[in-house]
């Protein structure tokens, strides 16, 4: 398998004066065809690093240090105009739901078309035809084409926004929260809509979303980030049956029960740190039910136990115990 | 459909009650412009009792009621009919609006649309290069502008170009030994008398032009879909033009349409530190000689321009934002 992304201890910083250091050290490798699930908190970074990967991180947001392998060119250093081609063909993205992501004064049509007159030599038949083509995958009727954005419902527009994002075939798509704003019916249809893409085009995903049991369905490896740095990552399906981070623990606590589907969806108690400064400790430790005095003294390591990769001195042990045993 | 039938009522309704308030207005004013009228002709020497009963008919004074008098208003207005003007004896104020009217559209009208359409470029310019030099100054220099008293500076402009330096000229719209034709002399002779007073009204507006249209192009630039026009790796012009600038310029249509309507009653000062031959001169003299009827006919005239600029403001509206088009009115 090939990898498509290869990002290497990314950091994303707020400002410049009192910086808020908000993504520290990302390291990410997304193969071809895989999905990515990026969980945690809000204002954990996800959102922050997804933009910084697709070179969209605006003012004052700035990345720092760190490299962005993307299909062979480092898109950190790239210039602005082998960046802007490179743009869309290889990485797409999909706003969060329930942003205004289309054009009001432009038909749904011309922002089908002005993208791929742009990135490819497609004749205006061939334009429309795959405009439309894009539009049946995600069970949109053809003429929605002429119409404009305010004349759609949010599930539309959103599955639109999908459709757009996969036209040009690119390598991959990041997907910000893509169904959060939309109510559950709605996110549903959205969550199928995207298997069936899967299997009808190949396509890398970086799904991003504070829902753990939605990236667990539908990404083949998790990441979990909490205050700007990676937790634990391994493979959905061990993660169901192991998650080892007390923090992955806990989101998995909050999930809604399917045997008791009313009950409360509880948060986890406490809240993030100032990312203002950073403190030698493990940063959830505050937090944390299974913390020592070495949690609070010292600052974890990610590392790499073969099974998971994993920020905890606690759990790191268990994980030792669980590969020894070969269960 | 309905919503342009709703907006034709909307515009007749608003200009019955402009042509109305302009039929009372001076008639609630102390004095009788028959008199006024008279005292003027008393000032030349005196005057036969036949002769001002000719000059009461002739001037058009009805002696019934107000009802009666309001209906042969109306049917007055209708016909473009305001009237003799009392200064301009025997023209008679349609005559007098007529000779006025084309300089000023011509002078104000150029200069408000050479105004909306430069300031809105560089407008453009600034904020696509915001924090940038380009932007720092045209900023600044757009806020000096902004403030500027214009008559101020058309004051000085006239001072020091026309009366020390001898470059323009200080009076008038064309050359005073020539006759309007279609000739490239007088046109080059109306270009040369306009330069100075386009100048000065130009620069009074275009900066307010300018720093709007920078303000709603950085507001859209933080605009989700902007952000997804970078994304999907557009043509930075593209992106400009069809993304930011297209979207930040429809709150300003509405401004524009409404200059426009401003256009004829709103260069009073310019034109007469200038004494250039239009509406705004005009005015100035009705005034001056208590010319009512010609004060009557001219507020009209002005309040008929706005009304009809409000009105091709909202279906620019129309034209332009999809979301007005088809959602009909809200
Ligand atoms: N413009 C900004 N200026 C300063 N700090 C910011 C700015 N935008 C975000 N941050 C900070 O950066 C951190 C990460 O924000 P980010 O939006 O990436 O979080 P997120 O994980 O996407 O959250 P959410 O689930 O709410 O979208 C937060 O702590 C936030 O306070
Ligand atoms: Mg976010």
């Known amino acids: 398998m090939s990898v498509i992304v290869q990002a290497e201890n990314v950091s994303v910083d707020y400002g410049r004066k009192n910086p808020v250091h908000a993504v520290r050290n990302v390291s990410l490798t997304i193969e071809e065809n895989q999905f990515v699930g990026l969980v945690g908190e809000s204002g ?212 809604p029960d399917p045997e008791n589907p009313k009950g409360s969806y509880e948060g986890i108690p406490g809240t993030p740190p100032d990312l203002h ?51 | 459909m309905e919503y342009f039938l709703r907006r034709v009522i909307f515009l007749i309704g608003t200009l019955w009650v402009a042509v109305t308030v302009n039929f009372f207005i001076p008639r609630a004013m102390p004095g009788n412009p028959v008199e006024t009228m008279m005292a003027r002709f008393h000032e030349r020497g005196t005057m036969s009792p036949s002769a001002m009963k000719a000059i009461t008919v002739m001037l058009g004074i009805s002696h019934g009621n107000i009802f009666q008098q309001y209906g042969e208003y109306l049917n007055h207005v209708v016909h473009f009919n305001f009237g003799v003007s009392y200064t301009y004896f025997p023209y008679s104020v349609t005559y007098m609006i007529s000779h006025a009217l084309p300089w000023t559209l011509g002078l104000v009208g150029v200069a408000t649309i050479f105004s909306f359409g430069l300031g809105t470029m560089f407008g453009i310019i600034a904020a696509m290069r915001r924090g940038k030099a380009v932007d720092g100054s045209l900023t600044i220099l757009s806020s000096f502008t902004n403030t500027f008293p214009y008559f101020w500076f058309g004051l000085m402009a006239l001072y020091f170009l026309s009366f020390v330096y001898h470059w323009f000229p200080l009076t008038g719209a064309y050359g005073a030994s020539m006759t309007p034709n279609l000739s490239w002399s007088f046109i080059g002779s109306v270009a040369y008398h306009g330069f100075l007073p386009a100048l000065t009204i130009m620069i009074s507006s275009i900066g307010g032009w300018l720093l709007g249209m920078r303000n709603n192009m950085i507001n859209a630039l933080n605009e989700d879909y902007v952000l997804l026009a970078t994304a999907k790796g557009l043509k930075p012009s593209w992106v400009a033009w069809m993304y930011v600038a297209r979207n930040a310029i429809l709150p300003n249509l509405t401004g524009f349409a409404m200059a426009l309507g401003f256009v004829v009653g709103g260069s009073l000062l310019t034109e007469i530190v200038f004494s250039y031959p239009g509406i705004g001169y005009l005015l100035y003299n009705a005034v001056v000689n208590e010319d009512f009827p010609l004060m009557q006919g001219i507020f009209l005239i002005i309040v008929v321009c706005v009304v009809l600029a409000n009105f091709v403001a909202d279906l620019a509206y129309v034209m332009f934002d999809p979301r007005v088009r088809r959602g009909g009115a809200s």
């Open chain 1, 44 to 255: 954990c970074g996800k959102s922050t690093l997804g933009f910084a990967l697709a070179r969209l991180e605006r003012p004052p947001a700035q990345i720092i240090s760190g490299t962005i392998q993307i299909v062979g060119q480092d898109w950190r250093t790239l210039a602005a105009e082998p960046l802007r081609r490179a743009r869309w063909t290889e990485v797409s993205v999909v706003l969060q739901s329930g942003m205004n992501a289309l054009n009001p004064i432009m038909t749904i049509g011309a922002q089908f078309k002005d993208v791929m007159e742009q990135h490819t030599r497609m004749s205006p038949a061939e334009i429309v035809a795959r405009a439309e083509t894009m539009l049946e995958m995600v069970q949109i009727q053809p003429e929605v084409l002429g119409r404009y954005p305010h004349e759609l419902s949010g599930g539309m527009k959103q599955r639109i926004a999908i459709a757009l994002a996969l036209v040009l075939q690119p390598k991959l798509v990041i997907m910000d929260e893509p169904t959060t704003a939309l109510d559950m019916v709605v996110q549903r249809q959205i969550v199928e809509n995207l298997k069936e893409l899967r299997r009808q085009q190949a396509f890398s995903m970086l799904f991003i979303s504070h829902d753990l049991g939605l990236v667990l369905e539908l990404a083949d490896q998790v990441v979990v980030m909490y205050a700007g740095e990676v937790v634990e990552r391994q493979s959905a399906t061990s993660m169901l049956d192991h998650p080892w981070h007390p923090y992955t623990r806990a989101l998995m606590h909050s999930l």
């Open chain 1, 277 to 327: 400064h950073i403190p030698t400790a493990c940063l959830y430790a505050p937090r944390c039910p299974l913390a020592t005095d070495v949690c609070r003294a010292q600052t974890p390591p990610l590392e790499d136990l073969k099974v998971v990769d994993l920020r905890c001195f606690v759990t790191r042990e268990e994980v030792g115990v669980h590969v020894g045993t070969g269960a």
